[in-house]
């Protein structure tokens, strides 16, 4: 399975079978400058639909559009409702967490996720191999929460995403904060990684990657 940073929330991630999933594709705005989106995709997730998570239009091909739990391809994808905010949407609304199992490898990408978890959302996500992370704040959960997050989930691989960058103007923070003081970082040089099931770390790693676009 391959894991490839597009920008911001955005990921596509390949099987082995050739089987593409999109996370949350932008839509390109003065603010929020990665390239336009040219992947085509079998399914693409959608955890909300604010114009920098749910560009469906962007995503070529005929995709599946994944808005919850559905099985796709052999793929089932797992839809866990959370909020974008620590006050039960009542700021920025619903959100939804999505679990699907690629290859043997189980990934969670938690959305524009605004809170800590509950610990029957820890109980419904389960067991993490790669987790998708939002860092950078103010529209979702900042570098101490997400701290904390990660911990309640003690994934093997860890990939942030949803920071200031200079292709983000958002008012976030960049993904240095969120790596203040943890061993195990990687910052690759590349926007793709490829993950087999008995070749994950065997203890949490960070790893940073360039946005492909």
Known sequence: MKVKWLGHAAFLITSDAGIRIITDPYARREDLSYGEIKEPADIVTVSHDHSDHGNIAAVRGNPAVVRGTAEVKGI????IPAYHDEVQGGKRGNNTIFCFEVDGVKVCHLGDLGH??????????????????????FYTIDATTATQVCRQLAPKVIIPMHFKTDKCAFPISGVDEFLKGKEKVSRLDT???EFKPGELPEST???VLKPAL
């Open 76 to 79: 089932k994808l797992k839809g």
């Open 116 to 137: 800590q978890l509950s610990a029957k959302q820890v109980a419904e996500i389960g067991k993490v191999d790669v987790l998708l992370v939002p860092v950078g704040g």
């Open 191 to 193: 926007s793709q990684v």
């Open 205 to 207: 790693q960070i790893m």
